[in-house]
């Protein structure tokens, strides 16, 4: 690990610092970090101009013959200030306050080695808060695998996506999408590669008045060299 500090000018200190471990005999390994950095003074009317930023974040990764696992979870503080006012106002510092605090947590599933079949599902979720009323939140899950069948295949994408929002004048209204893509690769030529399939989509935005959607979903992939790929949607 280390750790790093400082101080400079507009009073503002600052530190840094990480941790991490390495269990004996163990496919474990993980970490803490940690930032703070403000300024007490600013460039306008001194402290009313002033900001902190501050967040601590754990990561932990874990490995077996199968599986692999990787987590992680933080949080964050940031405050400042509404200084965008005429130099000769008295202004109290107390009603030009603003304050944010954010907290996520999102995870990795996925094979440990490379096998006919291939797999990562992800998922996330983070919280966001200010001084206002104000607060959203949001949550994320996606999968993409592959099933190899000699030089052909099998390539399936899922995502779903949460987003809540509300303030003192907006309510909670929940916005949804979830969509599904099927391909099948397979070549075409000695070096272009071609996956062809679909898309189904599903969503409740107030936009538009379907909710269900089918896209094309095609792409392909022209070696042009070793280790140099044409990709075209």
Known sequence: ?????GFGNYSSPYLDGY?????????????LSF??????????????????ATSVIANIKTA????????????????GNF???????????DTIK???????????????KKSDFNYELRSAFSYIKDKYEARESDFDMGLNSQYKMKENGILIQAH?????????????DPRHLFSLTSQYQFKVADKLLLDA???????????????????PAVSARYSLTKGLNLFGK
């Open 1 to 5: 690990g280390f750790i790093s500090a």
């Open 19 to 31: 941790i991490s471990f390495f269990p004996a005999k163990s496919l474990t390994a993980g970490g």
């Open 35 to 52: 930032h703070h950095q403000s300024f007490a003074k600013g460039p306008v009317d001194e402290k009313n101009s002033s900001s902190s």
């Open 64 to 79: 077996s013959k199968t599986t692999a696992t990787e987590f992680m979870a933080g949080l964050e503080d940031r405050a």
């Open 83 to 93: 200084y965008g006012y005429s130099p000769v106002t008295d202004v109290s510092k």
């Open 98 to 112: 603003q304050a944010y605090q954010t907290y996520f947590i999102s995870g990795v599933l996925s094979n440990a």
């Open 160 to 172: 779903y996506a949460l987003t809540s929002r509300k303030d003192s004048q907006v309510a909670s």
């Open 197 to 215: 399939g679909l898309t189904v989509a599903f969503e409740n935005d107030s936009l538009d008045s379907k909710d269900f959607h089918v896209y």
